[in-house]
């Protein structure tokens, strides 16, 4: 699923604000991150909660990564946000993963919960039925509609998720997702997204 560089509401790109890891890897404002933040291997997948591929990764890979090797803390990881078409609702559920000022658990655990929902969430074909499924799934996690439409439409998220966006355009040539990146190296190759390639890669770079 690729994306153009024109990324939501018509937003203008910005510059990602960049700090320095431990691992020497590049973090941007707003980055979430499992794992050991210091560890030798740093893992960041570009995704989209509108992706079906990124859906599978989330429901077949990802599971057996996280319990392995980031609740063990042998690898940090971190998901940027690579809203793919229909690019708003890709950000109104990413936003709404952050409702409420959540920490990286709470955002992982609501990450998860969305893959599972985006059938459902797109069924509607409408952008008031996108609304409806999205202020429901909140209400789940005890937010008020009020809190879902706030971070939907919250301006500073557009320029976050933008800015990620095009610091994986210019860093990595990042244009579709998921996309993963190893210690500042895009993975490729028809195996960097199942789980026999990516923990041999992972191994490697732990040994």
Request: aromatic share 6%; glycine share 10%; hydrophobic share 45%.
């Amino acid at each position: 699923m690729t994306v153009s560089r024109r990324i939501i509401l018509g937003a203008s790109a910005g510059s990602a604000c960049a700090v320095l890891c431990p691992s020497g890897a590049a973090a941007l404002e707003g980055d979430m991150t499992l794992g050991d933040a210091s560890a030798p291997a740093q893992l960041v997948e570009y995704a989209s909660l509108t992706c079906p591929h990124c859906a599978a990764f989330h429901a077949e890979v990802f599971p057996r990564i996280k319990a392995e090797y980031i609740d063990a803390r042998r690898i940090g990881f971190t998901l940027r946000e690579f809203p793919t078409p229909p690019m708003p609702v890709s950000f109104a559920m990413f936003q709404l993963a952050r409702c409420g000022g959540a920490n990286a658990e709470t955002y992982f655990d609501r990450v998860g919960i969305l893959f599972q929902e985006q059938r459902a969430v797109l069924s509607s074909g409408t952008g008031e039925g996108v609304r409806a499924a999205l202020i429901n799934i909140g209400a789940r996690w005890g937010l008020s509609e009020d809190q879902v439409v706030a971070a939907m439409m919250d301006q500073e998220g557009v320029t976050r998720v933008t800015a990620t966006v095009e610091d994986g355009h210019q860093r990595f040539d990042v244009h579709g997702t998921p996309a993963l990146v190893l210690n500042d190296r895009l993975l490729e190759g028809p195996t960097s997204l199942t789980y026999a390639g990516l923990s041999a890669t992972l191994n490697a770079a732990l040994s």
